[in-house]
């Protein structure tokens, strides 16, 4: 049985650039959650998609946008990248009860 | 606004050895509490979740107990090993319309042979 699926697993773009992740649930999940993680910290929220929609957002601007499939995949979008965007980005999907996360093995986007 | 603190922030100790890894929260009214496992630049694995009428939760060598009044989870390793190396991960899950994890900073632990 699969687990979260990410791609790229890395990824180097120049600032000021646009980039696409994209990830795949768990069979059985509907619910994908993004989630960014600089060196040394725990993970931060950006958000949640349920029913192809946007149902929960973090603390992150309006750069950072996101889509839900019909297969229940997901895509983040990072526009106008910044040396700060640099970090593992982390995809974990659920069930829509929020019981219980699977992780994915990440994207490690470097911003030159 | 939920925060979730780890301590030690780092710990080393010789094979064998049992161990307990803290970790605390400020909002009391979670929905779950999951504990992770990470290795360097890699993803997450979830090793322990606690739903917020549970008391504890074992697995192996692991059992993690909540303690949801004082806010606060405790990570249990047992015989500890090389492999057991890693930085471990607190997170709760808020409620209602709050579906989003809450991370600690982690705890990196050190198995020495």
């Known amino acids: 049985d699969a687990g979260v699926t990410q791609s790229p697993t890395h990824l180097i773009k120049t600032r000021g650039q646009q980039v696409t992740l994209r990830c795949s649930p768990k069979?059985?999940?509907?619910?994908v959650s993004w989630y960014q993680q600089a060196l040394g910290q725990g993970p931060q929220f950006i958000f949640q998609y349920y029913e192809e929609e946007e149902r929960q957002r973090g603390n992150f601007p309006d750069r950072f946008s996101g889509h839900q499939f019909p297969n229940y995949s997901s895509e983040l979008n990072v526009n106008a990248l910044l040396l700060g965007d640099s970090a593992l980005y982390l995809c974990a999907s659920s069930t829509q009860d929020a019981y219980g996360y699977t992780f994915g093995s990440g994207t490690r986007l470097t911003v030159v | 606004k939920q925060e979730v603190t780890q301590i030690p922030a780092a710990l080393s100790v010789p094979e064998g050895e049992n161990l307990v890894l803290n970790c605390s929260f400020t909002?009391?009214?979670?929905?779950?509490l999951q504990w992770f496992r990470q290795d360097p630049g890699k993803g997450l694995t979830s090793l322990l979740l606690i739903q917020s009428s549970q008391r504890e939760q074992t697995s192996g060598r692991l059992n993690a107990s909540l303690d949801k009044s004082s806010g606060r989870s405790t990570l249990y390793i047992a015989a500890s090993q090389p492999g057991d190396s890693a930085t471990y991960l607190c997170a709760v899950i808020g409620g209602g319309s709050n579906y989003k994890l809450t991370f600690g900073k982690g705890t990196l632990l050190t198995v020495n042979p």
């Open positions: 909002d009391s009214a979670i929905y779950n």
């Open positions: 069979s059985g999940h509907d619910t």
